[in-house]
């Protein structure tokens, strides 16, 4: 039990005391209180020995905290084209923490959305498929795994291919380690040749099921896009041509119909030089 005891002096008439049992108050520190009533208890004891008392009951209704999303916000991973996706998580440290202390957040989702940047026909969010080991990620279709047992499924509209990415959480098995790994395993790719090299600005929340404030706070996360040349590719279809000596004529190196040479630049560019090397 806890108690407090004002101790008064002669100034302390019964108005003076009134306003001070008005003014007393009661709140609870805790993250995760107990949701049983609290009976409070007054006695007055006035200077003679003479004391009376009075009861109130404060009724205790829990509310949700939003878990703690941290060690993400302010990461500026990059991307450069034609060397694999990014991972989001430069630092591969991310942290959730539920201020509850739940076991798992079954019922909520990991969301990762474009606040800026967005190019839907080239940029696409995805998860990982590390493996069922310890700790590990993996993906069997739109299903996610951790450690070999399924934590949630892949959004059907907000599949991260030129949208949003969202992991709903639909079992147990959703601990905070298994979704800590799970952002871990969050990646960005495009599937262009001429990437648009805007940032792309990302939104990254959590949110854990229980209801009330059950989203976290965005963590922004700012993926820069570089680009890099494709080589231009060539091919060649016709047949070997043969040269007499005896003649002397020249023989068209590359030549039949329809045309059997075919140069192709990815990205649009232009050719500035070809060589032709002739061995033996």
């Known amino acids: 039990d806890t108690e407090l005891l004002v101790s008064l002096n002669s100034n302390a008439n019964s108005s003076r005391v009134e306003s001070a049992i008005q003014a007393l108050a009661y709140r609870s520190t805790s993250e995760n209180p107990s949701v049983l009533s609290r009976t409070i208890?007054?006695?007055?004891?006035?200077?003679?020995?003479?004391?009376?008392?009075?009861?109130?009951?404060?009724?205790v209704t829990a509310a949700n905290d939003a878990p703690i999303l941290a060690n993400l916000g302010g990461n500026t991973p990059s991307f450069t084209e034609d060397a694999g996706a990014a991972?989001?998580?430069?630092?591969?440290?991310?942290?959730?923490?539920?201020?509850?202390?739940?076991?798992?957040?079954?019922?909520?989702?990991?969301?990762?959305?474009?606040?800026?940047?967005?190019?839907?026909?080239?940029?696409?969010?995805?998860?990982?498929?590390?493996?069922?080991?310890?700790?590990?990620?993996?993906?069997?279709?739109?299903?996610?795994?951790?450690?070999?047992?399924?934590?949630?499924?892949?959004?059907?509209?907000?599949?991260?291919?030129?949208?949003?990415?969202?992991?709903?959480?639909?079992?147990?098995?959703?601990?905070?380690?298994?979704?800590?790994?799970?952002?871990k395993a969050i990646q960005y790719n495009n599937t262009s040749n001429t990437p648009n090299t805007t940032n792309r600005i990302l939104d990254v929340t959590v949110n854990d099921g229980d209801g009330g404030s059950a989203t976290s706070s965005i963590s922004q996360v700012t993926m820069s896009v570089a680009t890099a040349n494709d080589e231009p590719t060539f091919t060649a279809s016709a047949a070997d041509p043969t040269f007499f000596s005896s003649t002397g004529t020249p023989v068209t190196v590359f030549s039949g119909s329809p045309t059997p040479i075919d140069v192709y630049t990815i990205e649009g560019d232009y050719v500035i030089a070809f060589t032709l090397t002739v061995t033996n």
């Open 87 to 183: 991972d989001i998580d430069v630092g591969n440290d991310v942290t959730i923490t539920d201020p509850e202390g739940a076991s798992d957040f079954n019922g909520g989702n990991v969301r990762v959305s474009f606040n800026s940047g967005l190019q839907a026909l080239e940029d696409v969010l995805s998860v990982e498929s590390i493996g069922s080991s310890t700790g590990e990620i993996g993906v069997v279709g739109s299903e996610i795994q951790y450690e070999g047992s399924a934590i949630g499924d892949i959004d059907g509209t907000d599949n991260g291919s030129g949208t949003a990415l969202q992991i709903n959480l639909d079992a147990a098995a959703a601990t905070p380690a298994a979704v800590e790994a799970l952002i």
């Open 41 to 59: 208890t007054f006695t007055v004891t006035d200077n003679k020995g003479g004391t009376n008392n009075a009861t109130r009951t404060i009724n």
